[in-house]
């Protein structure tokens, strides 16, 4: 048997410690798998209320692992694996379930259906999601639009019927509720332009951050305090708002068309001149008569 004196050198370059601020992200993420099981857990007790709690605060945590991970550069391949499967279990299985859990089983195999449905259409647009990531081909402006609602959105604005039975509504039809699973479903895995904002870089003069971060304070206060009535007012506004981005997206797309026109026309070859010149007669602008013939 050789020595390979490469060997070592591989095994000490796969366990070299990892940085810190590689872990962070990623155990941000844990937790928030951690709430969504929590979440079917719960549901699985009746205790409704605390289920949608833990799916709001797995959603809230899903909105921060990537912004810290590009603060301090803990991006991976890893982490972004990681990311989808937490969004597939917190915002796919756990609100199916919840759903059927709370009142689609009434419907039985129908109520269950619904449900199927709408998990497996939030794996199918994560899976959309991931592969157009890096299209050579998008548009810039695309870069601050969504393919399809949001995973966390789609999470939060499905459980809206149960939302609005905490408020003291009247508990609504189980096919109603199912019909209304199947609409997020398909808003999911459509290819209706949403809103995300992701591109838009906000700066806070010096003199608002006190202010933004009592506004802040407010919002979670008034979320904690008054939780149906935010999450209801926020569902039905965010769905309402659905045409605007399709209208904005319909509209940059239609400037964006004609500045390549434009450019296109810019840059194309000059068409060759052609010019059309009468012929001269040798002796003047008169013809002269043919030679007589002997």
Same mark, same amino acid.
């Given at each position: 048997?050789?020595? +390979? ?128 990531? +890096? ?23 499905? !459980? !809206? ?123 003047? +602008? ?9």
């Amino acid at each position: 048997m050789t020595y +390979d004196p490469n060997a070592s050198d591989i095994r000490r370059r796969r366990f070299r410690p990892i940085p810190v601020r590689m872990l962070v992200p990623n155990m941000i993420t844990l937790l928030a798998i951690c709430a969504g099981l929590t979440a079917i857990r719960l549901s699985t007790e009746g205790r409704m209320e605390l289920a949608v709690a833990a799916i709001v605060f797995a959603a809230a945590l899903d909105g921060i692992d990537g912004r810290i991970a590009r603060l301090i550069k803990g991006q991976s391949k890893f982490g972004a694996e990681l990311d989808s499967l937490a969004d597939f279990v917190n915002f796919g299985v756990a609100p199916g379930l919840m759903l059927y859990f709370w009142q689609l089983n009434e419907l039985h195999d129908s109520g269950w259906i619904a449900a199927m449905v709408f998990a497996i259409s939030m794996s199918l647009r994560l899976a959309r999601f991931n592969a157009t990531l +890096d299209d050579p081909n998008k548009p810039p402006f695309a870069a601050n639009f969504f393919t399809g609602v949001p995973a966390p959105a789609g999470a939060i604005t499905v !459980l !809206l019927p149960i939302y609005l039975a905490f408020l003291g509504t009247p508990k609504p039809p189980a096919l109603l509720t199912a019909f209304y699973t199947l609409l997020i479903a398909f808003l999911m895995v459509s290819r209706l332009p949403v809103f995300s904002g992701k591109t838009i870089r906000m700066r806070v003069p010096p003199e608002l951050v006190l202010v933004v971060f009592v506004g802040v304070v407010f919002f979670v206060a008034l979320l904690v305090v008054y939780p149906w009535q935010i999450l209801s007012a926020g569902s039905i506004l965010y769905l309402l708002s659905l045409p605007l981005g399709w209208r904005s997206y319909r509209e940059q797309a239609i400037r964006h068309s004609a500045a390549v026109g434009a450019a296109a026309a810019a840059n194309a070859p000059a068409a060759p001149a052609t010019s059309f010149q009468a012929p001269l007669s040798h002796d003047g +602008d008169e013809e002269q008569p043919p030679e007589r013939l002997h």
